[in-house]
Protein backbone atom coordinates (compact mmCIF):
# COMPACT_ATOMS: atom_id res chain seq x y z
CA UNK A 1 0.00 0.00 0.00
CA UNK A 2 0.83 3.62 -0.80
CA UNK A 3 -0.48 6.41 1.07
CA UNK A 4 -0.51 9.68 -0.25
CA UNK A 5 -1.61 13.37 1.73
CA UNK A 6 -2.14 16.50 -0.27
CA UNK A 7 -1.55 20.22 0.56
CA UNK A 8 -1.37 23.94 0.10
CA UNK A 9 -4.68 24.10 -1.61
CA UNK A 10 -6.24 27.63 -0.65
CA UNK A 11 -7.25 30.98 -2.00
CA UNK A 12 -5.30 32.89 -4.74
CA UNK A 13 -6.26 35.90 -6.93
CA UNK A 14 -6.45 35.26 -10.48
CA UNK A 15 -2.37 35.52 -12.21
CA UNK A 16 -1.00 34.28 -8.69
CA UNK A 17 1.07 31.11 -7.61
CA UNK A 18 0.22 28.08 -5.48
CA UNK A 19 2.21 24.99 -5.05
CA UNK A 20 0.81 21.62 -4.37
CA UNK A 21 2.43 19.28 -2.11
CA UNK A 22 2.21 15.05 -1.94
CA UNK A 23 3.58 12.93 0.32
CA UNK A 24 3.90 9.41 -0.06
CA UNK A 25 4.64 6.62 2.24
CA UNK A 26 4.24 2.75 2.76
CA UNK A 27 5.71 1.13 -0.13
CA UNK A 28 7.04 3.96 -2.41
CA UNK A 29 9.29 1.61 -4.22
CA UNK A 30 6.31 0.36 -5.81
CA UNK A 31 5.64 3.59 -7.55
CA UNK A 32 6.37 4.18 -11.75
CA UNK A 33 4.61 7.34 -11.74
CA UNK A 34 2.98 9.75 -9.97
CA UNK A 35 0.13 12.06 -10.74
CA UNK A 36 -1.96 14.72 -10.42
CA UNK A 37 -5.49 15.44 -11.49
CA UNK A 38 -8.28 17.83 -11.11
CA UNK A 39 -12.15 17.69 -10.86
CA UNK A 40 -14.73 20.24 -11.08
CA UNK A 41 -18.10 19.36 -9.08
CA UNK A 42 -20.22 17.82 -11.88
CA UNK A 43 -17.47 16.87 -14.46
CA UNK A 44 -14.79 14.24 -14.96
CA UNK A 45 -11.71 14.11 -13.16
CA UNK A 46 -8.90 15.36 -15.53
CA UNK A 47 -5.01 14.68 -15.97
CA UNK A 48 -3.40 17.67 -14.97
CA UNK A 49 0.81 16.55 -14.52
CA UNK A 50 2.88 13.04 -14.11
CA UNK A 51 6.15 12.43 -13.94
CA UNK A 52 7.87 9.24 -14.14
CA UNK A 53 8.86 8.65 -10.12
CA UNK A 54 12.77 7.78 -10.77
CA UNK A 55 13.53 10.12 -13.47
CA UNK A 56 12.36 13.61 -14.16
CA UNK A 57 10.17 12.47 -17.17
CA UNK A 58 7.65 14.99 -16.91
CA UNK A 59 3.93 15.10 -18.84
CA UNK A 60 1.40 17.67 -18.68
CA UNK A 61 -2.42 18.82 -19.82
CA UNK A 62 -2.28 21.54 -22.77
CA UNK A 63 -4.21 23.42 -20.48
CA UNK A 64 -1.56 23.66 -17.93
CA UNK A 65 1.75 23.54 -19.84
CA UNK A 66 3.81 26.45 -19.49
CA UNK A 67 2.16 27.50 -16.04
CA UNK A 68 2.47 24.63 -14.12
CA UNK A 69 5.42 22.60 -12.62
CA UNK A 70 6.06 19.14 -11.79
CA UNK A 71 8.90 18.27 -9.56
CA UNK A 72 10.04 15.79 -6.51
CA UNK A 73 12.05 16.13 -3.54
CA UNK A 74 13.40 12.43 -3.36
CA UNK A 75 14.68 13.15 0.38
CA UNK A 76 11.08 13.67 1.27
CA UNK A 77 8.85 11.21 -1.09
CA UNK A 78 7.29 14.69 -1.93
CA UNK A 79 5.89 15.28 -5.48
CA UNK A 80 4.95 19.30 -5.86
CA UNK A 81 2.69 20.82 -8.06
CA UNK A 82 4.29 24.80 -8.88
CA UNK A 83 0.98 26.42 -10.05
CA UNK A 84 1.56 30.02 -11.68
CA UNK A 85 -0.33 32.13 -13.86
CA UNK A 86 -3.73 30.65 -12.30
CA UNK A 87 -6.77 31.28 -14.06
CA UNK A 88 -10.21 30.98 -12.35
CA UNK A 89 -10.85 27.84 -14.78
CA UNK A 90 -8.16 26.66 -12.80
CA UNK A 91 -10.37 26.28 -9.79
CA UNK A 92 -11.01 22.59 -8.53
CA UNK A 93 -9.88 20.02 -6.14
CA UNK A 94 -6.48 18.72 -7.17
CA UNK A 95 -5.81 15.04 -6.13
CA UNK A 96 -2.58 13.55 -6.24
CA UNK A 97 -2.31 9.67 -7.28
CA UNK A 98 0.90 6.81 -7.42
CA UNK A 99 0.76 3.90 -10.08
CA UNK A 100 2.85 1.45 -11.23
CA UNK A 101 1.44 1.50 -15.04
CA UNK A 102 3.61 3.45 -18.03
CA UNK A 103 0.19 4.95 -18.70
CA UNK A 104 0.76 8.60 -16.71
CA UNK A 105 -2.86 10.68 -18.35
CA UNK A 106 -5.34 8.43 -17.64
CA UNK A 107 -6.88 7.58 -14.28
CA UNK A 108 -7.59 3.50 -14.38
CA UNK A 109 -3.52 3.70 -14.62
CA UNK A 110 -3.31 4.78 -10.91
CA UNK A 111 -3.83 2.51 -8.01
CA UNK A 112 -3.66 4.97 -5.03
CA UNK A 113 -5.34 8.24 -4.50
CA UNK A 114 -5.02 11.47 -2.10
CA UNK A 115 -8.10 12.80 -0.30
CA UNK A 116 -8.01 15.85 -2.52
CA UNK A 117 -6.74 19.60 -1.78
CA UNK A 118 -9.31 22.22 -3.22
CA UNK A 119 -7.79 25.62 -5.33
CA UNK A 120 -9.92 28.54 -5.51
CA UNK A 121 -8.79 31.50 -8.27
CA UNK A 122 -10.87 34.55 -8.12
CA UNK A 123 -10.91 37.08 -10.89
Known amino acids: QVQLVESGGGLVQAGGSLRLSCVAS????????MGWFRQIPGKEREFVAARKWSVAITYYADSVKGRFTISRDNAKNTVYLQMSSLKPEDTAVYFC????????????????WGQGTRVIVSS
Open 97 to 112: AAGRSTVVREQYAYDY
Open 26 to 33: GRTFDIYS
